[in-house]
């Protein structure tokens, strides 16, 4: 109440008017132009607002699309290793094939080659005995004694040709 003995009426009224007065003037000049920018931020905003959701959802899609992108990927890798692992299979098949087959070769060629020894030494061996035989045969020739001779020498004969 005090205050209200300090203030005089014609300054109540005076501050009133100078109130009324520039309330008129903010609200004709200032009241429009803070309205629109008011009114422009909260637009810039709101279109800031959509352009952020807009660029979640995209991103949104995006991700999804590079996700699909990448499972396609690791099911084609996954495709090419088993098609190079098939090849690998397929490729030591021919190369154990090939080996069995130069093995099987080597074995034929070894088998060949036994035989052929074993023909010449069958000849050799004939050789030696026909050699042997001539042998034999000389020394009855020459020690013709009788009949018993004849016969300790042959028998003899085909004693030293058991120890061939």
């Not at 008129?24 to 959509?50: G, M, T, Y």
């Not at 050799?124 to 009949?147: G, P, Q, T």
């Amino acid at each position: 109440m005090e205050l209200l003995k300090l203030l005089s009426a014609n300054e109540v009224v005076a501050q009133l008017i100078c109130f009324l007065i520039l309330l008129f003037v903010f609200k004709k000049f200032a009241w429009k132009p803070i309205l629109q920018i008011l009114d422009d931020r909260k637009n810039k905003i709101a279109s800031e607002f959509k352009k952020a959701e807009d660029l979640q959802s995209e991103t949104i899609k995006l991700k999804a699309d590079y996700e699909q992108r990448i499972k396609g990927l690791e099911d084609s890798a996954r495709v090419k290793i088993q098609e190079a692992v098939q090849e690998g299979k397929r490729v030591a098949e021919e190369i154990k094939k090939n080996a069995q087959e130069e093995s099987d070769k080597l074995v034929k060629s070894a088998k060949q080659s036994i035989q052929q020894e074993i023909s010449a030494a069958e000849t050799r061996l004939r050789e030696e005995i026909v050699k042997i035989a001539i042998k034999a045969a000389e020394d009855v020739i020459e020690k013709r004694y009788n009949s018993d001779d004849d016969k300790r020498i042959v028998e003899d004969f085909v004693k030293n040709i058991e120890k061939i």
